[in-house]
C-alpha cells in the first residue's frame, strides 16, 4: 500500500541513544539505596527537566548547592560526567532512522534535551545530523508533552500533522504529539517499532 505519511519524527533519549544517569553514578554512589534516594530527592527528574527547558546547568546547580551543600561534588558531578550517561546507541533504531533518509523520506527529530548537551551528543553520535532538521527543547525553551513544541515543529519544518508520525519511549510525550494531530507510536524496542512502522506502510 501507498503510505499517508510524508514525515518521520524520531524521539532521541531511548529512541536512538541509550540515557542512563545509573552509570556513572553507580562508581559515584556506590550504595544503591543511598543513590535512589539521590535521584529521588536531589539531582531528580523534575529538576534535570528544567535544563531541557532552557535552564543553564551554572542555575541549576546554584539552586541545588545552596539547599544541599555537602552534595555539591554530586550534584557537579551530574553535568560532569554526563556522557558517560549516553553510552551507545541503539543500531537497530538508527540503522531505521538512516534507511529512511537514504530512501529519501523526510525525517526530522523532536528531542527533550539540554542545548549544551545536544551538541555533544552530535559529537558522540554524527548520525545525530543526517536528518532534515531537528527542534530542541533546551534551544526553543517549550518541552514535551506540551501541545505547543509539536506546533512549532510543524511550523517550522513544514510538516502536516496529519500526514507525520512521531516516534517516542514516553506515553505521555506520544500522547501530546497526538492532541497535536499527529500519527504517533511508543517506541518499545526495535521490533515493536518494525511492526508499528508497517502498520503505515514504511517498511
Not at 529512541?15 to 553507580?26: A, E, G, K, Q, R
Not at 523532536?110 to 554524527?126: C, G, K, R, S, Y
Request: proline share 5%.
Amino acid at each position: 500500500m501507498t503510505s499517508a505519511i510524508e514525515h518521520i519524527v524520531f524521539d532521541i533519549g531511548k529512541v536512538l541513544i541509550h540515557y542512563d544517569p545509573n552509570i556513572p553514578f553507580s562508581r559515584l554512589i556506590p550504595d544503591e539505596t543511598e543513590r535512589k534516594w539521590f535521584f529521588d530527592n536531589i539531582c531528580t527528574h523534575d529538576w534535570n527537566i528544567e535544563q531541557d527547558r532552557g535552564r543553564t546547568w551554572e542555575e541549576a546547580e546554584k539552586l541545588l548547592v545552596a539547599l544541599h551543600p555537602d552534595r555539591e561534588s554530586h550534584i557537579r558531578a551530574f553535568r560532569k560526567h554526563w556522557r558517560e550517561m549516553v553510552p551507545y546507541a541503539y543500531p537497530e533504531s538508527v540503522k531505521l532512522m538512516e534507511r529512511f533518509i537514504d530512501e529519501g523520506r523526510d525525517v526530522t527529530m523532536l528531542t527533550n534535551f539540554a542545548a549544551d548537551t545536544f551538541v555533544e551528543a552530535q559529537e558522540i553520535f554524527p548520525f545525530l545530523k543526517r536528518p532534515r532538521g531537528v527542534t530542541v527543547s533546551g534551544e526553543v525553551k517549550l518541552i514535551k508533552p506540551d501541545v505547543a513544541i509539536y506546533e512549532l515543529h510543524a511550523r517550522t519544518f513544514g510538516l502536516d500533522p496529519s500526514r507525520s508520525l512521531f516516534i517516542d519511549d514516553s506515553q505521555a510525550n506520544v500522547d501530546g504529539a497526538k492532541k497535536a494531530g499527529w500519527n504517533a507510536v511508543l517506541f518499545a524496542g526495535p521490533e515493536k517499532l518494525v511492526e508499528d512502522l508497517k502498520r503505515f506502510g514504511l517498511v
